[in-house]
């Protein structure tokens, strides 16, 4: 009987044995984790000297610093570029306002220019008028705006050296057609106060009746109801 159960053990017929560690397996899981970590802590030690060893390291820094720089140099460059643009928004700026200032200027010393003139053409016709004397009528101008109105203008002068003021009234008389007919009217009614020194222009502008056209205006300087000065002329 022994004999057949040492037999039945060590022939192929004998009965499985399980061989079990006794260690827990969280013990065996923490102990694989420590070893994984070596592996890696090694992997990463060697990576890091291999690259030391090549001079890769240095050579990063390098570049990094050759790249530090080059932004600092950007940086630098765009607040100056930034500076010159600022720099000319503000010559420009100045440049138009220079600029309107000048043409403002320009449009003054044309409306000088034409005061001038004005003046001149005003000067030269009481030159000649020194030979007249008493009170006179020396330039009578008027001209039709848009067949509406009439625009005047009236040089009334005394030749007469020391001559005392005179005081009067001035009244334009003005003739033609409305609707086809004959047609006058005395512009103001009553005459318009003026008073003269030596020379004095006067000028306005009257408003048209309806459908009116006007051939001739007439001015007349009185004095009470005598006439001093008379002027007239023909609007084509």
Same mark, same amino acid.
């Given at each position: 009987?022994?004999?057949?159960?040492?037999?039945?053990?060590?022939?192929?017929?004998?009965?499985?044995? *399980?061989?079990?560690?006794?260690?827990?397996?969280?013990?065996?899981?923490?102990?694989? %984790?420590?070893?994984?970590?070596?592996? /890696?802590?090694? /992997?990463?030690? %060697?990576?890091?000297? &291999?690259?030391?060893?090549?001079?890769?390291?240095?050579?990063?820094?390098?570049?990094?610093?050759?790249?530090? *720089?080059?932004?600092?140099?950007?940086?630098?460059?765009?607040?100056?570029?930034?500076?010159?643009?600022?720099?000319?928004?503000?010559?420009?700026?100045?440049?138009?306002? +220079?600029?309107?200032?000048?043409?403002?200027?320009?449009?003054?010393?044309?409306?000088?220019?034409?005061?001038?003139?004005?003046?001149? &053409?005003?000067?030269?016709?009481?030159?000649? *008028?020194?030979?007249?004397?008493?009170?006179?009528?020396?330039?009578?101008?008027?001209?039709?705006?848009?067949?509406?109105?009439?625009?005047?203008?009236?040089?009334?002068?005394?030749?007469?050296?020391?001559?005392?003021?005179?005081?009067?009234?001035?009244?334009?008389?003005?003739?033609?057609?409305?609707?086809?007919?004959?047609?006058?009217?005395?512009?103001?009614?009553?005459?318009?106060?003026?008073?003269?020194?030596?020379?004095?222009?006067?000028?306005?502008?009257?408003?048209?009746?309806?459908? +009116?056209?006007?051939?001739?205006?007439?001015?007349?300087?009185?004095?009470?109801?005598?006439?001093? +000065?008379?002027?007239?002329?023909?609007?084509?």
């Amino acid at each position: 009987m022994r004999l057949r159960l040492l037999r039945r053990r060590l022939t192929i017929s004998a009965p499985r044995v *399980a061989i079990r560690s006794a260690l827990p397996w969280p013990f065996r899981w923490l102990a694989l %984790a420590v070893v994984l970590g070596l592996c /890696a802590a090694v /992997a990463l030690w %060697a990576f890091e000297f &291999g690259k030391s060893i090549a001079g890769l390291d240095s050579i990063s820094r390098d570049e990094l610093n050759k790249m530090r *720089a080059e932004l600092s140099r950007l940086r630098d460059a765009g607040q100056e570029q930034q500076t010159v643009a600022h720099t000319a928004d503000s010559l420009l700026i100045a440049e138009r306002a +220079a600029k309107e200032n000048l043409m403002a200027q320009v449009r003054q010393l044309e409306a000088d220019n034409r005061t001038l003139r004005e003046d001149l &053409g005003f000067f030269e016709k009481l030159i000649p *008028a020194a030979k007249t004397e008493g009170l006179a009528i020396r330039s009578l101008q008027a001209e039709v705006l848009g067949g509406m109105q009439l625009r005047w203008q009236v040089l009334v002068i005394q030749a007469a050296r020391n001559a005392p003021d005179f005081n009067g009234r001035l009244e334009l008389v003005l003739a033609g057609t409305q609707d086809g007919k004959p047609w006058t009217q005395t512009q103001p009614a009553q005459g318009q106060p003026v008073q003269v020194k030596q020379y004095r222009r006067i000028e306005g502008v009257l408003d048209l009746p309806p459908n +009116a056209v006007v051939k001739t205006v007439t001015a007349r300087v009185l004095e009470g109801s005598t006439v001093r +000065a008379v002027q007239a002329m023909t609007i084509e």
